[in-house]
């Protein structure tokens, strides 16, 4: 990569402004799940590149325009978290038939935030965010005319991934919501790396596939939180015996099995023949803005 300055951020910048229409208008034709995940990716990956923008070149334009895409990644979250308790509930309901009126609350969850959703997609796109991302881009252009990208990227994800590193040192198995604060960055980091790939050939080789498994285990423990709190709230914090068994075990054979491979993340300080992740990267306060 030669000293081109930030041109190569702004192409995929572009690149991945095109993805998240292109998604957003799969969800306004048909706002399945399918098409609804692809569209938080999407989100993601540009929220991720704008940050890292940001990252490289401050500017308050770039963070309004984040926090418009957080808001709208928000919107999602009840409908994933209640499909996602769906599938659980149905899946367990022959072992657990206790869960059958839980099951029936659920469909009908989906269904009125499935209508709700509808109206919220045709909302989303606002013709002054891309003016804002054009606006962005163009002061961003100025102010890294001189910039090395070859140790300037590199440096930013570091930074990055010094957040993860803080907070698997606060792991605490006795408290999931130190495993989501590390699930966070985690996210953050992979998806960074995503939306850079083709401005460096050494991110590329980053084994995004063993981040992603990585964060698969610790989202199967947060939708395990998730699923025992809004149990404890249908069931007026009465949850049937074997229910409240059954999900509190299966919680914590997800967090033992987590903890006897979180060290795994430590794989990823050094890449041979690469400074990204290296051994001496500086711890991060753990700050930085959570998506």
Known sequence: MQNTGGEPLLDALERHWGQYRKRLRACRQTANEDNVHELRVSTRRLMALI???HALAPQATLLRIRKSLKKQLDGF???RDTQVMLFESAKSLPILPELEPFLAHMHCCEQRLLLENQSFIVSLYQPK??????????????????????QALPSAIDKIYGVVINRYEALDPANPASIHHLRIAVKKLRYTLLA??????ALSETDSSRLKSYLTRMGDIQNSVVMLQTLELFFEHRIPAEIAQHYRHQQQ?????????????????????????????THQSATTSDA
């Open 196 to 201: 850079t790939q083709s401005i460096d050939s």
């Open 51 to 53: 940050e890292l923008l």
């Open 129 to 150: 965010l891309r003016r804002k991302l054009k606006k962005a881009g163009k002061h961003f252009k100025t102010q890294t005319a001189d910039i090395d990208l070859k």
């Open 253 to 281: 054979e997800l967090i033992d099995a987590f903890m006897k491979c979180c060290s795994e993340i430590l794989e990823f300080r050094q890449k041979p023949g690469n400074e990204l992740f290296s051994s001496n990267v």
């Open 77 to 79: 979250d009840q409908l």
